[in-house]
């Protein structure tokens, strides 16, 4: 006698899997045309996923998506091993209604992501190679550093004046400050006590291992700039004013393919170098420039085009007849854009 597994045959049939990803679980939705099939809790093992599908679908196309989000893209990789066909999906992309906005739960959440993938209504994200994701990461993580220093040094700032300690004359000039007899003068302060101390020469010594940091970082990202992968090119966009070695790398390791995105809007958009608009009937409105898109690449962008214009003459007549129009941080935008 067969057994109900061996009856069982969706060859043909698409099962769509909505996937609300969290840290110690799963919750799951499965779809089959217009039924919601089962809504579960399930352990973050694609093995037990995959086992589910083959032994309650076996044959089947299944067709699977999951926002982006902490996880990164280690499960949509895992899936395609196993033969589950899955997309990454911006949360911000998933057609949502206003109950499911006002009582949001996991549930209704990997419920709306299998019906919005079963409608044809979601558009995965680019997913980059475990390699280049690597790469990202290690320009990210020479960017969060500098983050991390210049708080060190602000809270640093905050306590020299919260006590009224005042500056030697040759730091009196901000440029000098946080070179290497800056850092020396900050080690021999003495406030009034030993907690104060402390206090301070905590901070000074978080701020030097930042900049250590920041200096290790700066050469591994140099060392990966020479690669062949990057060199030319590398090589080619330091010679645009306004882009140096570390804004060069942060574009290419951001961006991977330029090629993935098919005119300049659909690339300004990805980077976030479109306004706002709401239009209704007669009426439009044009806003500031939308939060969303990559924060790195716009932020990197912005500051090589406020360097670009001083060095770039053509660059700086049109950041003037922009300006006649338009406040100047609008139209660093547009050369930003150019």
């Known amino acids: 006698m067969l057994s109900n597994n061996q009856e069982l045959n969706f060859s043909g049939e698409n099962i769509y899997v909505g996937i609300d ?48 989000g902490f996880s990164g893209f280690w499960l949509q990789q895992e899936l395609e091993k196993v033969g589950i066909n899955c997309i990454v999906v911006n949360p911000a992309d998933i057609p949502t209604t206003d109950k499911e906005k006002k009582q949001k739960t996991d549930a209704r959440d990997s419920r709306k992501i299998a019906r919005s993938l079963k409608n044809g209504e979601l558009e995965g994200i680019y997913i980059p190679a ?13 960017s969060t550093l500098a983050r991390d220093f210049s708080r060190e040094k602000n809270r ?39 907690n104060g101390n402390y206090s301070l020469q905590t901070h000074v010594a978080n701020s030097l291992y930042f900049r250590e940091k920041i200096l290790d970082s700066t050469r591994q990202i140099r060392q990966l700039s020479r690669t062949e ?18 804004t060069a790398m942060t574009i290419l390791t951001e961006l991977h393919k330029i090629e993935r995105f098919e005119n300049l809007d659909k690339l300004c958009s990805y980077i976030g170098f479109i ?64």
Not at 46 to 61: H, M
Not at 159 to 169: A, K, Q, S
Not at 229 to 246: D, E, M
Not at 301 to 318: C, F, G, K, Q, Y
Request: proline letters at 3%.
């Open 130 to 142: 475990v390699e280049e994701l690597e790469d990202r990461h290690l320009v990210r993580t020479r």
């Open 275 to 338: 306004p706002n608009t709401h239009s209704t009937g007669e009426k439009e409105k044009v806003g500031k420039i939308t939060n969303r898109g990559n924060k790195y690449l716009k932020n990197v962008l912005i500051e090589a085009s406020w360097v670009a214009i001083r060095n770039d003459p053509a660059l700086l007549i049109v950041f003037k007849k922009l300006c006649k129009v338009m406040e100047s941080n609008k139209a660093i935008i547009r050369i930003a854009k150019k």
């Open 21 to 68: 990803v969290h840290k110690k679980s799963w919750k799951v939705t499965i779809q089959v045309d217009e039924l919601v099939y089962k809504t579960f809790s399930q352990d973050p093992k694609v093995k037990i996923l995959e086992s589910y599908l083959n032994k309650n679908f076996p044959n089947a196309s299944y067709q699977c998506a999951y926002e982006a």
């Open 156 to 194: 640093i700032k905050s306590i020299l004046n919260f006590y009224g300690v005042t500056y030697p004359e040759q730091f009196r000039d901000e440029n000098k400050h946080w070179s290497k007899g800056f850092m020396n003068w900050l080690n021999k302060i003495e406030l009034n006590t030993a």
């Open 229 to 246: 992968k990057y060199a030319k090119i590398v090589s080619l966009l330091c010679t645009i004013p306004g882009i140096g070695l570390l």
